[in-house]
């Protein structure tokens, strides 16, 4: 039993990494919390669904259609609602309920449009799994694991030495200094948004291979998300990962001994352990810069 709970933590972490990480990259540009990073997610599963079930096209391209639609929706989320409130100079807590407003909007529209039903992505018999050592994975879980980590260490290779990735570090630095040496910060956090709601998308997608869709996915999501970036270093883009995996791991192995359904209650009590113990998350304080 311990070892079927740590795969499943390590499947689970590799999804809520995707998460944090998309999260993480966006925040570090912007400096607030992105709720409507949330309903991204909950977009990708739904795109997907619409291109592969309704639609009937190939899973491999109804996957890469439905991540770049998220790092469109990404972009407009952005350039409709927070760009015209940076002109502005709101202040994070405008930033943030806007965000919410964006969460609760998208998440009626979808409902609206597909119904409250649940829905899902599976298609076919269920296949017997693979056995390694006393635990069981699927070729879905298999699957998901594998691209799950294909993508993270695809974008930290990415935000690590690519010319963007190095945009990307100096605006979150300091936007003034690299408005200097001819950055520009608004094409920056456009970037940072389409990155980090595609990854978002492709979190939901994955996700939706196993479990089922249904509108209000999302606010889970983004919590765990949120949960993983502040134990890993909010910002942090390694943290990010190492967040999210630990987070996974810890659930899964606190519902050892309980109830499945205490599952968010560990993650909150986790937060609340690194919160009092180790504030700057699990590479400790920080700045910026030495968190990258």
């Known amino acids: 039993m311990p070892y079927q709970l740590l795969l499943n933590g390590i499947i689970a972490g590799s999804i809520y990494a995707l998460i944090a990480l998309g ?33 009937h096209i190939h899973p491999i391209i109804s996957f890469f259609l439905s991540i770049i639609l998220c790092a469109l929706l990404g972009i407009a989320i952005d350039k409709s609602v927070y760009y015209p409130l940076r002109v502005k100079k709101a202040s994070n807590l405008i930033f943030l309920l806007a965000s919410f407003g964006v969460f609760i909007f998208l998440q009626n529209l979808i409902q609206l449009v597909y119904g409250a039903q649940i829905l899902t992505l599976r298609t076919g018999p269920v296949k017997e799994g693979y056995h390694i050592f006393s635990a069981v994975i699927t070729p879905i879980q298999i699957w998901i694991l594998v691209v799950s980590c294909w993508l993270l260490v695809i974008l930290w290779g990415f935000v690590k030495y690519t010319r963007l990735g190095k945009a990307m570090r100096a605006v979150s630095d300091d936007q003034v200094a690299a408005s200097v040496v001819g950055i520009n910060p608004d094409k920056t956090i456009l970037s940072s948004f389409a990155i980090g709601s595609a990854l978002a998308g492709a979190a939901g997608i994955l996700i939706s291979l196993e479990t089922n869709i ?31 995996f630990f987070l996974g791991i810890a659930e899964n192995l606190g519902i050892w001994k309980i109830q499945a359904g205490w599952k968010d209650c560990i993650s909150f009590i986790i937060l609340i352990i690194f919160l009092l113990l180790r504030p700057g998350g699990i590479f400790g304080v920080k700045t910026e810069k030495e968190q990258i």
Do not use: C, D, N, Q
């Open 214 to 244: 249904e509108p209000t996915m999302g606010f889970s999501a983004v919590l765990k998300g949120v949960i993983a970036s502040i134990i890993g270093g909010i910002g942090s883009i390694p943290g990010a990962m190492l967040g999210g």
């Open 23 to 55: 999260f993480a990259i966006i925040y570090r540009t912007v400096k607030f919390l992105h709720l409507a990073h949330g309903i991204v997610y909950t977009t990708g599963a739904y795109l997907a669904y619409t291109f592969f079930i309704l639609l």
